[in-house]
């Protein structure tokens, strides 16, 4: 089945580039998502990447697609302290499932002052 | 405003009992689901709904319980069967399959078991 997954924890200062990498198996996937999620809230979409693509950029945010190593990762340019928050990567199946999306564990993003 | 909204945000839970957490959305999306956070797991999905009358069991469904009554409403019921339900439970909304189908989500109810 689908596996999506994080490292935990992130520690940047402010200011630095911060780079949070996910890796999923299902080389079927159609898109993949970033999601970020503030304490004691829901999930807020902040990008996301169809397959067919190697990377995407949007203001701060760049994403980088490696389909051969099924690796994706999220950069963040000039992190401040509002970034901080947890991360989620996401990656919806081939056109047919009804499942939707599958997450990984999310990467908590802190950034220090 | 559209969006998705869970209540309550904050619930508590005897041993033994039942309790519905409600979800509903108008943003006319077809699908919906249910996920539990637990910290550092991620999301797990409870149950899903792609059209009313009709839901899926997804990989934790066990001790819980949903309907889909109405194309806005998707209330899940945590049983006494649920051994550990203490979590925060996300709900979860998208057009359907088709294109990249951004999932919307509310803002959570945390549920504690005393």
């Known amino acids: 089945g689908e596996d999506v997954e994080q490292s935990l924890f992130l520690s940047v200062r402010e200011g630095d580039s911060s780079v949070i990498n996910c890796t999923y198996t299902d080389s079927s996937s159609t898109y993949l998502y970033w999601y970020k999620q503030e304490p004691g809230a829901g999930l807020q979409l902040l990008t996301y990447?169809?397959?067919?693509?190697d990377m995407k950029q949007d203001q701060r945010l760049t994403v980088l697609l490696n389909k051969k190593d099924k690796h994706l990762s999220l950069r963040i340019a000039d992190t401040q302290t509002g970034d901080s928050a947890i991360y989620f990567c996401?990656?919806?199946?081939?056109?047919?499932?009804?499942?939707?999306?599958?997450f990984g564990s999310g990467t908590q993003l802190t950034v220090l002052p | 405003d559209g969006g998705i909204t869970q209540s309550p945000k904050y619930l508590f839970r005897k041993e033994g009992q039942n309790v519905t957490l409600s979800c509903e959305q108008n943003l006319n999306h077809d699908a919906m689901y249910w996920y539990r956070q637990d910290p550092g797991q991620g999301l797990r999905l409870i149950y899903y709904s792609q059209i009313v009358n009709d839901f899926q069991k997804g990989d934790i469904a066990e001790g819980y319980s949903v309907s889909r009554e109405k194309k806005e409403s998707f209330p899940l019921t945590v049983t006494s069967a649920q051994k550990n339900p203490t979590a925060f439970y996300l709900c979860?909304?998208?057009?359907?399959?088709?294109?990249?189908?951004?999932?919307?989500f509310g803002q959570g109810t945390r549920l504690t078991v005393v």
């Open positions: 990447i169809f397959s067919n693509m």
């Open positions: 979860a909304s998208s057009i359907g399959e088709q294109g990249s189908t951004e999932a919307f």
């Open positions: 996401a990656e919806k199946p081939r056109s047919g499932s009804a499942r939707q999306l599958t």
